[in-house]
Nanobody
Framework: QVRLEESGGGLVQTGGSLGLSCAAS????????MGWFRQAPGKEREFVASIKWSSRTPYYSDSAKGRFTISRDSAKNTVYLQMNSLKPEDTAVYYC??????????????????WGQGTQVTISS
Protein backbone atom coordinates (compact mmCIF):
# COMPACT_ATOMS: atom_id res chain seq x y z
CA GLN A 1 0.00 0.00 0.00
CA VAL A 2 1.23 3.46 -0.93
CA ARG A 3 0.06 6.48 1.03
CA LEU A 4 0.02 9.86 -0.67
CA GLU A 5 -0.16 13.29 0.90
CA GLU A 6 -0.54 16.49 -1.09
CA SER A 7 0.52 19.92 0.05
CA GLY A 8 1.05 23.39 -1.35
CA GLY A 9 -2.43 24.49 -2.27
CA GLY A 10 -3.65 28.00 -1.59
CA LEU A 11 -5.13 31.17 -2.97
CA VAL A 12 -3.41 33.09 -5.76
CA GLN A 13 -4.44 35.75 -8.24
CA THR A 14 -5.00 35.16 -11.93
CA GLY A 15 -1.68 34.90 -13.70
CA GLY A 16 0.12 33.78 -10.59
CA SER A 17 2.00 30.59 -9.84
CA LEU A 18 1.67 27.81 -7.32
CA GLY A 19 3.62 24.64 -6.63
CA LEU A 20 2.08 21.44 -5.32
CA SER A 21 3.86 18.50 -3.75
CA CYS A 22 2.78 14.93 -3.20
CA ALA A 23 4.84 12.78 -0.85
CA ALA A 24 4.55 9.02 -1.06
CA SER A 25 5.19 6.61 1.79
CA UNK A 26 4.75 2.91 2.34
CA UNK A 27 5.42 0.55 -0.56
CA UNK A 28 7.14 3.18 -2.65
CA UNK A 29 9.06 0.59 -4.68
CA UNK A 30 5.90 -0.03 -6.70
CA UNK A 31 5.70 3.58 -7.88
CA UNK A 32 5.99 3.75 -11.67
CA UNK A 33 3.48 6.33 -12.88
CA MET A 34 2.19 9.15 -10.71
CA GLY A 35 -0.49 11.56 -11.74
CA TRP A 36 -2.24 14.75 -10.77
CA PHE A 37 -5.99 15.21 -11.09
CA ARG A 38 -8.32 17.99 -10.10
CA GLN A 39 -11.97 18.29 -9.28
CA ALA A 40 -13.97 21.47 -9.27
CA PRO A 41 -17.34 21.71 -7.48
CA GLY A 42 -20.04 19.97 -9.44
CA LYS A 43 -17.61 18.58 -12.00
CA GLU A 44 -15.99 15.24 -12.61
CA ARG A 45 -12.44 14.52 -11.58
CA GLU A 46 -10.17 15.64 -14.40
CA PHE A 47 -6.71 14.47 -15.43
CA VAL A 48 -4.00 17.12 -15.28
CA ALA A 49 -0.61 15.46 -15.71
CA SER A 50 1.33 12.30 -15.05
CA ILE A 51 4.93 11.20 -15.01
CA LYS A 52 6.81 7.98 -15.61
CA TRP A 53 8.92 7.56 -12.53
CA SER A 54 11.86 5.76 -14.14
CA SER A 55 12.30 8.00 -17.18
CA ARG A 56 10.77 11.24 -15.85
CA THR A 57 8.70 11.36 -19.03
CA PRO A 58 5.71 13.67 -18.51
CA TYR A 59 2.24 13.56 -20.00
CA TYR A 60 -0.14 16.52 -19.88
CA SER A 61 -3.73 17.36 -20.50
CA ASP A 62 -4.36 20.01 -23.12
CA SER A 63 -5.29 22.49 -20.40
CA ALA A 64 -1.99 21.90 -18.60
CA LYS A 65 0.36 21.97 -21.58
CA GLY A 66 2.62 24.99 -21.59
CA ARG A 67 1.54 26.17 -18.14
CA PHE A 68 2.10 23.25 -15.76
CA THR A 69 5.20 21.17 -15.17
CA ILE A 70 5.22 17.80 -13.46
CA SER A 71 8.44 16.49 -11.96
CA ARG A 72 9.61 14.05 -9.34
CA ASP A 73 12.33 13.54 -6.79
CA SER A 74 12.89 9.84 -6.34
CA ALA A 75 15.10 10.34 -3.27
CA LYS A 76 12.17 12.04 -1.54
CA ASN A 77 9.47 9.88 -3.15
CA THR A 78 7.76 13.12 -4.08
CA VAL A 79 6.02 14.30 -7.22
CA TYR A 80 5.54 17.99 -7.92
CA LEU A 81 3.23 20.09 -10.01
CA GLN A 82 4.40 23.58 -10.81
CA MET A 83 1.52 25.67 -12.09
CA ASN A 84 2.09 28.97 -13.86
CA SER A 85 -0.19 31.47 -15.58
CA LEU A 86 -3.06 30.31 -13.43
CA LYS A 87 -6.64 31.03 -14.42
CA PRO A 88 -9.86 31.06 -12.41
CA GLU A 89 -10.89 27.87 -14.19
CA ASP A 90 -7.92 26.13 -12.57
CA THR A 91 -9.71 26.43 -9.24
CA ALA A 92 -10.25 22.93 -7.88
CA VAL A 93 -9.14 20.38 -5.35
CA TYR A 94 -5.97 18.81 -6.69
CA TYR A 95 -5.21 15.16 -6.03
CA CYS A 96 -2.22 12.97 -6.71
CA UNK A 97 -2.58 9.28 -7.43
CA UNK A 98 -0.65 6.22 -8.42
CA UNK A 99 -1.25 4.28 -11.63
CA UNK A 100 -0.38 0.69 -10.74
CA UNK A 101 -0.29 -0.30 -14.42
CA UNK A 102 2.88 1.71 -14.93
CA UNK A 103 1.72 2.80 -18.38
CA UNK A 104 1.99 6.48 -19.14
CA UNK A 105 -0.85 8.15 -21.00
CA UNK A 106 -3.96 6.97 -19.23
CA UNK A 107 -6.20 9.78 -18.09
CA UNK A 108 -9.16 8.03 -16.52
CA UNK A 109 -9.31 8.30 -12.72
CA UNK A 110 -10.40 4.64 -12.68
CA UNK A 111 -6.88 3.67 -13.74
CA UNK A 112 -5.38 5.25 -10.68
CA UNK A 113 -5.23 4.08 -7.10
CA UNK A 114 -3.84 5.22 -3.76
CA TRP A 115 -5.29 8.71 -3.87
CA GLY A 116 -4.21 11.48 -1.58
CA GLN A 117 -6.67 13.59 0.39
CA GLY A 118 -6.38 16.54 -1.98
CA THR A 119 -5.30 20.15 -1.64
CA GLN A 120 -7.43 23.17 -2.50
CA VAL A 121 -6.25 25.55 -5.19
CA THR A 122 -8.20 28.77 -5.61
CA ILE A 123 -7.50 31.34 -8.30
CA SER A 124 -9.04 34.74 -7.80
CA SER A 125 -9.98 36.89 -10.77
Amino acid sequence: QVRLEESGGGLVQTGGSLGLSCAASGRTLIIDVMGWFRQAPGKEREFVASIKWSSRTPYYSDSAKGRFTISRDSAKNTVYLQMNSLKPEDTAVYYCALDPSGTLGYTSPRRFASWGQGTQVTISS
